[in-house]
């Protein structure tokens, strides 16, 4: 469930460091980030994106280059994704929440309290996004849950990622196939399932194959 700044902050034992790869797109960004984040222990910071639990991606503005490197992060790295980015239109925000990104911050507000609150928040697989943020999407999910929008995959229904795996899981594949089918990594996968059948109250695969049949997903 998203929740938005400002929020409670999420304390990690010191023994659960999480780890966390930095992606900017200029070495001032890049070491900027790194600073903010080397001076709390909860972070661990690391530099291989398949290591990491939580990947950071800053970006000055979403274009489709920048679309790419956080669907490829998610795909095929499987990390969960704190973007910070300086501004999102209207039209990319749910884009940006399908392509699985757990936490946005703005450029401008990117402390290192706040950065280490997203990942943190990232890491237990929640969602943290500012509150004016957070109010367009409720606007933009309440235009398509009254049939203001013509689309298909919605947050309160299934995303296109989350009903490719469910047609793949109905037709009996399992986690590592379904991975290889969708060049996702197995990781990618378990935190599809796992987000689908926690957001929708599913008690298991089967439970979620069944919702996706009558909902007309598969």
Known sequence: MFSSH???????????????????PDPISQEGVLSQLRRHPEVDLCEDLGS???ALLVEDVLDETALVRLRRMVRSEGARVVLVVGTIRESELLDVIECGAG??????????????????????????LPADLLGRLISQVGQLHRGGADRTG????????????????????DTTEIATKLSYS????K?????LTTRLHLRNRAHAVAYA???GYI
Do not use: Y
């Open 6 to 24: 400002p929020a409670a902050t999420v304390s990690v034992p010191p023994t659960s460091r999480v780890r966390v790869a930095v992606t900017a």
């Open 154 to 173: 919605t947050f309160l229904g299934l995303t296109p990622r989350e009903a490719d795996v469910m047609r793949l899981v109905a037709d009996g594949l």
């Open 103 to 128: 936490a946005i911050v703005w450029r401008r507000e990117a402390t290192a309290h706040r950065l280490v609150q997203a990942v943190l928040t990232a890491a237990e697989g929640g969602g943290d």
């Open 191 to 195: 935190n599809v399932m796992h987000g």
């Open 186 to 189: 197995e990781r990618t996968i």
């Open 213 to 215: 049949v009558r909902e």
């Open 52 to 54: 990491a639990t939580v």
